[in-house]
C-alpha cells in the first residue's frame, strides 16, 4: 500500500484484483462505509514494493514526493496514465472545493494522450463509440445510463467509483472528473493486454453477470399497451396459432390500480394466475412492469411515507415527478419515489410484488422508469438512505434491482432477469437486463443505438436490447417505417436480447387510459410480415450459439455483443469501426441504417479469413468490402476458422 499525507489531504493506494488498484483521497481520513461499486472485497492480491513503487501484476503505480501518481504498464515501464495538476503551484490533479456541508466539489485530473480513444461510461443517444473528445454528465435519465467505467486504447481501464452527479470531461488538454457534492475521491484503475483482459477485471471487482436463462435469449413482444387481460392473451395465442417463436410478453404501465399499489387492476386484468398458467402452457413468460413511483392516493403511500421509506427532500413534501395516473380524468399530478437505497423500502416493495404478482406465477420483471426519472433535476433537494442526493442519487437503478435479485434468489430463484431503463456499476451482476430507453423512430437513432449498445458493452453489462422500431411513433401502414422496423428487426435479432415494443400510431395522448397502435410482427403489412418471420426463425438458429457466448459472458466478463477491437486490438482499423460489430466470438454483423440503402462498405479485420454467410464468398481480413443488403437481409460475415452458426 501507498500512503501519502499533506495539508489538503490523504492518499491511499492498496491492491484491489488482478492488474488492478484503488485509489482513495479524503480531505481528513479515508472513511470506508461510502456508497460505491467496490463492495466485493477481493482476495488477496500479490504485490511487492519496488523502488517506492507498487507493483501489482501488470501495473506499476509511482507516487511522487509532490503525491502525484503515475500509473505505468510494469513490464516495460509505459506510461498508462498520469495525475496533472490544474496549474504549475496550486491546484493539485485533485480538489475539494468545501459545499459547506461538510461535503465538497471533488475534481480529479489526468493527462491526455494524443490518439488515446475512450470506451464504455454507459449508455449515450450521441452516436459516438469513441468519446475522446466529450463532456460525458453523470447522472441518470431516460436513455441516458451513467455507468462511469472506461476502457481507454492505451491499455488501462478506469472506474470513478462514486454515485455522485457530476461530469467527465474528455478534452485535449486534459481528463477531469467531476463530482458535484461527496466526501472522498474514490477510483479503481487497471492494466490489461487486451479489451478482454480489461473487462475480465472489472467483472471481477464489480460481480460477474450471471448466466442469461436460455428462455431469455427467445423473442419478447411488447407494445405500448395492451389494456386487457384477453387482448394480451389473444396476441400469445395468435402467435402460437402462425407457429412463430414467442418467450415472453409484456403487461406494460397502467395494469395497476395506482402507481405504488403493486397490483393487477381486477377490472381489467380479472384473473392473473389462469393468465400465467395459459402463457405457461405455451411456454411464453409473462413480464410484468413496475415502477418506483408512488401516488399520495394510493394504498402504500401512507405507510411508506410514515415508516421513512420514500425518497426525502430537504425543503417541501417529498414529491419528485408530475405524472398522470389512473383516476384522475388523465391529469398529472405529484407523485414520489420509494427510496432504493432503504433496505427496509426494497423489503417493502418485495412484499407488495410478491403478494400480487410472484404469487399469482409471475417470474419476469420491467423495472421501467428506474433512474428515477426526477421533475425537475434538483438532486441537492433529495435525501437517500444512502446519503444526500447529489452524493448517491446514480446509484438508485443499481439498488433497485438488487432488492429484486436478493429477494428472488432467497426464494430460491436461479434464472432471474429484469428490464431495466438504467443502471450503474455492477448492476449486471445483479441481472440487469439494459434497454436503450424511450428513443427516436428514425434511421439516425437506429443508427445511434450501435454505439450505445457498444458503448454498454464495454461498461460491463452483457444483457442489452433496445425498441425494436424505436418508441416514439411509427406508423404501421407508412412503408418508410416499415422499412425501418425491417431494418431494426434484423438488427435486433443479432443483440443479446430480442425485443419488439413501442408507442405506434395511432397514439391516444398522454394519460393514464391510452395505447399505442399495433406493434406484432404481422403489423406492417404482408411483405414486412414475411420478412420478419423469417428473422424469428433465423434467431432460433442463433439461440445456441448466443447462449454459449452468454456463457462465457458470465464466465469471464466478455460481452457477446462488442466492437471489433476488443478481439482484434492488433488491427487499428479495428479501433474506429462504430457501425458493426462482433457477436459471439465467430460472426461480424453490419447493419444498414438508411433508407433505401442495399449496400454497404465492411471492414473485415486482419487476421482472419471471412465468409458471407448469404453468398459463402471468402473474404481477406484487413481489408474492406462492398457488400450487398437486399431488403430480406443485412450483412453478416463468420470467421471461416471458426464454429459459426449460420
Known amino acids: 500500500m501507498l500512503h501519502f499525507r499533506n495539508s489538503e489531504h490523504v492518499l491511499t493506494v492498496e491492491p484491489w484484483g488482478t492488474d488492478s488498484v484503488r485509489v482513495r483521497v479524503a480531505r481528513d481520513c479515508r472513511r470506508d462505509n461510502i456508497p460505491g461499486a467496490l463492495d466485493i472485497e477481493p482476495p488477496d492480491t500479490p504485490h511487492h514494493v519496488e523502488d517506492g513503487a507498487l507493483i501489482v501484476g501488470k501495473l506499476r503505480v509511482e507516487l511522487a514526493d509532490n503525491g502525484h501518481l503515475t500509473f505505468r504498464r510494469a513490464e516495460d515501464g509505459a506510461e498508462l496514465l498520469r495525475e496533472v495538476s490544474a496549474h504549475f503551484a496550486w491546484p493539485g490533479p485533485r480538489l475539494f472545493s468545501p459545499n459547506g456541508d461538510g461535503y465538497y466539489r471533488l475534481e480529479q485530473r489526468f493527462a491526455a494522450y494524443p490518439n488515446e480513444r475512450v470506451y464504455g461510461l454507459g449508455q449515450h443517444q450521441h452516436g459516438r463509440l469513441d468519446q475522446k473528445g466529450l463532456v460525458i454528465d453523470l447522472v441518470q435519465r431516460n436513455a441516458e445510463v451513467s455507468i462511469p467505467f472506461m476502457v481507454s486504447s492505451r ?12 461530469r467527465v470531461e474528455f478534452a485535449e488538454n486534459g481528463t477531469r472528473w467531476v463530482a458535484d457534492s461527496a466526501r472522498q475521491i474514490d477510483y479503481w484503475i487497471t492494466a490489461g493486454d487486451t479489451p478482454a483482459e480489461i473487462l475480465a477485471h472489472y467483472a471481477d471487482a464489480t460481480g460477474h453477470a450471471p448466466v442469461l436463462p436460455d428462455w431469455a435469449s427467445g423473442f419478447w413482444q411488447s407494445k405500448l399497451r395492451y389494456q386487457t387481460q384477453e387482448e394480451l392473451l389473444a396476441v400469445a395465442r395468435e402467435y402460437q396459432r402462425r407457429d ?105 416493495l418485495w412484499a407488495k410484488v410478491k403478494q400480487n404478482y410472484y404469487d399469482l406465477g ?37 439498488e433497485h434491482v438488487r432488492g429484486f435479485h436478493e429477494h428472488l434468489s432467497g426464494l430460491g430463484e436461479t434464472e432471474i432477469v429484469c428490464l431495466v431503463r438504467s443502471a450503474w456499476a455492477g448492476s449486471q451482476r445483479f441481472g440487469a437486463a439494459l434497454w436503450s430507453g424511450d428513443i427516436q423512430t428514425t434511421f439516425p437513432a437506429l443508427r445511434s443505438q450501435i454505439s450505445a449498445g457498444l458503448n454498454v458493452a464495454m461498461s460491463g453489462l452483457p444483457w442489452w436490447t433496445t425498441d425494436i422500431g424505436g418508441f416514439h411513433g411509427g406508423d404501421p401502414d407508412d412503408e418508410d417505417y416499415r422499412e425501418l422496423m425491417i431494418r431494426w428487426f434484423q438488427y435486433g435479432v443479432f443483440c443479446p436480447l430480442l425485443r419488439l415494443h413501442g408507442h405506434r400510431e395511432p397514439r391516444q395522448g398522454f394519460g393514464a387510459g391510452h395505447a399505442g397502435g399495433p406493434n406484432e410482427v404481422w403489423s406492417y403489412g404482408e411483405a414486412a410480415y414475411r420478412i420478419l418471420a423469417d428473422q424469428l426463425r433465423l434467431r432460433e438458429r442463433l439461440r445456441p450459439y448466443l447462449g454459449a457466448a452468454m456463457a462465457e459472458a458470465a464466465r469471464t466478463g466478455l460481452p457477446p455483443m462488442r466492437p471489433l477491437f476488443v478481439d482484434f486490438p492488433d488491427d487499428p482499423s479495428a479501433w474506429t469501426v462504430d457501425d ?67
Open 244 to 348: 412463430l417463436p414467442l418467450s415472453v410478453i409484456v403487461a406494460d404501465y397502467y395494469h395497476w390500480t395506482h402507481l405504488g399499489d403493486w397490483r393487477f387492476d381486477l377490472a381489467e386484468w380479472p384473473d392473473p394466475a389462469a393468465m400465467v398458467k395459459e402463457l405457461d402452457s405455451m411456454d411464453v413468460k409473462l413480464m410484468v412492469s413496475i415502477w418506483p413511483s408512488v401516488n399520495p392516493v394510493g394504498e402504500s403511500y401512507r405507510d411508506l411515507h410514515d415508516q421513512g421509506l420514500l425518497v426525502g427532500t430537504e425543503q417541501g413534501a417529498p414529491v419528485h415527478q408530475i405524472f398522470p395516473d389512473k383516476g384522475f380524468g388523465g391529469h398529472p399530478h405529484g407523485v414520489s419515489f420509494y427510496d432504493a437505497t432503504n433496505p427496509a423500502a426494497r423489503d417493502y
Open 155 to 166: 491499455g488501462y481501464g478506469l472506474l470513478w467509483n462514486l454515485p455522485a452527479v457530476g
Open 362 to 398: 409471475v417470474r419476469v420483471w420491467w423495472l421501467d422508469a428506474c433512474e428515477p426519472e426526477i421533475f425537475p433535476e434538483q438532486f441537492a433537494n433529495l435525501r437517500f438512505a444512502a446519503g444526500p442526493g447529489r452524493e448517491v442519487a446514480n446509484s438508485y437503478p443499481r
Open 580 to 646: 458493426a460489430y462482433l457477436f459471439g466470438p465467430d460472426l461480424l454483423v453490419a447493419p444498414i441504417t438508411e433508407l433505401g440503402a442495399r449496400s454497404r462498405a465492411v471492414h473485415l479485420p486482419a487476421g482472419e479469413t471471412w465468409i458471407d454467410v448469404a453468398t459463402r464468398e471468402q473474404h481477406p481480413g484487413g481489408t474492406t468490402v462492398h457488400a450487398d443488403a437486399p431488403l430480406e437481409r443485412i450483412p453478416v460475415f463468420a470467421r471461416a476458422n471458426g464454429n459459426p452458426p449460420l
